[in-house]
């Protein structure tokens, strides 16, 4: 079953963070959705995974609706947030033990699932130690093999390779890549185009609309003609040169408290 969006949108009071956005990712597939600072990414994955209520639209995941389906949606996907969301005051062992609890994996499986985990994100010797004492890119495989524990059909990303040297960096994507052999759909928001570039299909939205959808090639393609170009020469055609990061405006300060306030449970 694919993921579904229609005419989803998200307002924080009169502010659009995400304007009527349409789209589906298939089964399997592998997906990037790319956009500027303050474009509406973030807001778009937290619909996605119940995090956020849409103001208006539909989305499905698994033919399980967004609004009114939460718990089922939850459990069939897992997600790698754009930052920590470990417990550094536990080990990794102990992490994983809470995941497992709040997903309900069966007590029979729970050391099992544990220690393929650890064996999956390479930390099985590291297990006992405290996850403040992880590196970034530590942090980021304990992270990614606790969001498959329980075995989703559904990964999102949210600029997962964020912060990472390049050694971290490209060590994450190979084992992120390596997930499509287990037939994953993965939902990844990245900033690093060359990651978009392995994807079977890339949105790129910007100011909360999707401008545009389709392989690498077509965007190519269709943007600037040639198949020569880059994703990142497709997407400063389509989003400007102007840069995003000088000063934040009105728009981007009431976003930003919105994502870090009480908007969550509207």
């Given amino acids: 079953m694919p993921i579904v969006c229609e005419n989803l949108g998200r307002r924080f009071e009169d502010v659009a963070a995400v304007e009527s956005v349409s789209f589906r990712v298939e089964q399997g597939e592998f997906f990037a959705l790319l956009g500027p600072n303050g474009a509406g990414k973030t807001t778009t ?10 103001s208006h639209g539909e989305a499905s995941i698994a033919g399980f609706d ?7 949606v939850r459990s069939v ?74 075995d989703p059909q559904f990964l999102f990303l949210d600029e997962p390779t964020i912060g990472l040297d390049p050694q971290g960096r490209r060590h994450l994507w190979e084992s992120i890549a ?16 060359p990651e978009a570039e392995a994807c079977d299909r890339v949105g790129i939205i910007d100011a909360g609309k999707l401008v545009a959808l389709g392989t690498p090639a077509e965007l190519k393609t269709s943007t600037t003609g040639s ?40």
């Fill in 45 to 54: 994955v937290h619909m996605l995974t119940t995090m956020l209520k849409p």
């Fill in 66 to 72: 967004v609004r009114r389906q939460a718990h089922e």
């Fill in 77 to 150: 996907i897992g997600m790698v947030f754009q930052e920590p969301a470990l417990d550094d005051r536990l080990t990794a062992r102990e992490n994983l033990q809470i995941h497992a609890a709040l997903y309900g994996i069966p007590g029979r499986r729970v050391k099992e699932r544990i220690e393929q985990a650890l064996e999956w994100g390479q930390l099985a010797n590291e297990a006992r130690r405290m996850v403040r004492t992880f590196s970034g890119g530590m942090k980021r495989r304990l992270e990614l093999a606790r969001a498959l524990m329980h």
């Fill in 178 to 193: 390596a997930l499509r052999g287990r037939g994953l759909t993965v939902f990844m928001t990245t900033h690093y185009l």
């Fill in 227 to 266: 198949t020569e170009s880059t994703l990142e020469d497709v997407f400063i055609e389509l989003t400007g040169h102007q840069l995003r990061d000088e000063e934040a405006t009105p728009r981007d300060r009431l976003l930003n408290f919105a994502r870090q306030g009480g908007e969550h449970t509207r």
